[in-house]
Antibody, heavy 119, light 112 residues
Framework: QIQLVQSGPELKKPGESVKISCKASGYTFTDYAMHWVKQAPGKGLKWMGWINTYTGKPTYADDFKGRFVFSLEASASTANLQISNLKNEDTATYFC????????????WGQGVMVTVSS | QITLTQQAESLWISPGERVSITCRASQSLLYTDGKHYLSWYQQRPGQTTKALIYHASVRTDGVPTRFIGSGSGTEFTLSIEHVQPEDFAIYYCLQTLKSPLTFGSGTKLEIK
């Protein structure tokens, strides 16, 4: 069955970097784009952008340009999100989500990775 | 960017009742293919986020028929008939018509 399995929780200090992963299984990885979504504690969902899993080209929402990098390990069917120079406001759960082609909705989601930034 | 407004932050209902959650868009979500690019999601603690409805009214595979999506243009509704205990969760709408993709602020269904 189709699954998106994300890496485990992270505790980091301000200024550090973090890389979280999203491993896909049960389908051809390069057939579907992967999106990233942020959810701050007690808050709603915010779209961060997406990566074309066929070409590797990332697209970032305005609020996520600069310190955020989407990348792939296509041979491992894995999408990664790296955040550099972490700030307290990066404390959140980060989800990967696959978008279903023509209907354009997120048909499968990862379980989320809690990233805590604290000194 | 397109703003989605879910006015109700919380709704308190009893199991077995019917409830409607509304989502209003700042512009029409109708595309030239005649479809609305509005979808609904359910978030429950400890569970992966689940897609319920896409194209405003199409249930995803396996979603019970008590979940009904309706609406057009800028006004959309997710209705749940005969609410079950497992339906108490947070519900979000999402528009995928235009980038940036945007979510509603969420509506939490709580037990009365």
């Amino acid at each position: 069955q189709i699954q998106l399995v994300q890496s485990g929780p992270e505790l980091k200090k301000p200024g550090e970097s973090v890389k979280i992963s999203c491993k896909a299984s049960g389908y051809t990885f390069t057939d579907y784009a992967m999106h990233w979504v942020k959810q701050a504690p007690g808050k709603g969902l915010k779209w961060m952008g997406w990566i074309n899993t066929y070409t590797g080209k990332p697209t970032y929402a305005d609020d996520f340009k600069g310190r955020f990098v989407f990348s792939l390990e296509a041979s491992a069917s894995t999408a990664n999100l790296q955040i550099s120079n972490l700030k307290n406001e990066d404390t959140a759960t980060y989800f990967c989500a696959r978008i279903a082609g023509s209907p354009w909705y997120f048909d499968y989601w990862g379980q989320g990775v809690m990233v805590t930034v604290s000194s | 960017q397109i703003t989605l407004t879910q006015q109700a932050e919380s709704l308190w209902i009893s199991p077995g009742e019917r409830v409607s959650i509304t989502c209003r868009a700042s512009q029409s979500l109708l595309y030239t293919d005649g479809k609305h690019y509005l979808s609904w999601y359910q978030q429950r603690p400890g569970q992966t986020t689940k897609a319920l409805i896409y194209h405003a009214s199409v249930r995803t595979d396996g979603v019970p028929t008590r979940f009904i999506g309706s609406g057009s243009g800028t006004e959309f509704t997710l209705s749940i008939e005969h609410v079950q205990p497992e339906d108490f969760a947070i519900y979000y709408c999402l528009q995928t018509l235009k980038s940036p993709l945007t979510f509603g602020s969420g509506t939490k269904l709580e037990i009365k």
